[in-house]
């Protein structure tokens, strides 16, 4: 089944103690994105990635690292958690960027 | 910069049409897109619009497009309790890889 995933589905975490969010697609997109949710903002971009090896900024890049290594995978590493990282995040796969984009099912953070 | 408006909330009864609303800035957009978020689950696209378009028509998905006043609209025919969901305008720009999504409108469908 062709799909995006997250893990974990939820985190709680106290602050400054480093995380990981993975996230995966089986489709052999190129283009890769995260963005988190919150109430009365929408989505909104945090960084993307075109292809392996190569990583751009989106709109709230600020307090978040990701890496490209393999096509598959794109994690969301938060070096120093703050509370005003607690968000719901969503990551998002497209053939390109700018095809259709297959978004994962959710990670709920809570930064204590 | 580009901004993308909705409104946050909309109750309908089942049976009846629900239209949601969407209003953007960026006069260069050229898709436009509706994305249906269920309770716990990520965003599905359900319909999308090319800048060029006025109408499109999905069987009870009906999107209007007014260019002019940058005003995009959902209409749901013979709204059902299963569309009950929060609902995402997003535009994007010809090659630009980012989408702006606006801000959600929670559907509410009563029986």
């Known amino acids: 089944e062709a799909q995006v995933t997250q893990n974990p589905r939820y985190l709680i975490t106290v602050t400054g103690k480093k995380l990981t969010v993975t996230c995966s697609q089986n489709?052999?997109?190129?283009?890769m994105s995260w963005y988190r949710q919150d109430p009365g903002l929408g989505l909104r971009q945090i960084y993307y990635?075109?292809?392996?090896?190569?990583?751009d900024k989106g709109d709230v890049p600020e307090g978040y690292k990701v890496s490209r290594k393999e096509k598959r995978n794109f994690p969301l590493i938060l070096e120093s958690p703050s509370p005003n990282q607690t968000s719901l995040y969503f990551c998002?796969?497209?053939?390109?960027?700018?095809?259709?984009?297959?978004f994962g099912p959710g990670t709920r953070l809570t930064v204590l | 910069g580009e901004d993308v408006e909705q409104s946050l909330f909309l109750s309908v009864r089942e049976g009846d049409s629900s239209v949601i609303n969407c209003t953007y800035t960026?006069?260069?957009?050229?898709?436009l897109y509706w994305y249906k978020q269920e309770p716990g689950a990520g965003l599905q696209l359900l319909t999308y619009?090319?800048?060029?378009?006025d109408m499109k028509q999905d069987q009870r998905l009906t999107v209007l497009l007014n260019k002019k006043d940058k005003h995009l609209s959902l209409r749901i025919a013979d709204t059902q309790t299963g569309d009950s969901a929060i609902y995402f305008c997003a535009e994007r720009n010809t090659g630009f890889q980012k989408l702006v999504f606006g801000t959600g409108t929670r559907l509410l469908v009563s029986p």
């Open positions: 960026d006069s260069s957009s050229t898709y």
């Open positions: 489709m052999n997109h190129e283009y």
């Open positions: 998002a796969s497209s053939l390109t960027g700018t095809n259709e984009q297959f």
């Open positions: 619009i090319f800048s060029n378009m």
């Open positions: 990635s075109m292809n392996v090896e190569v990583t």
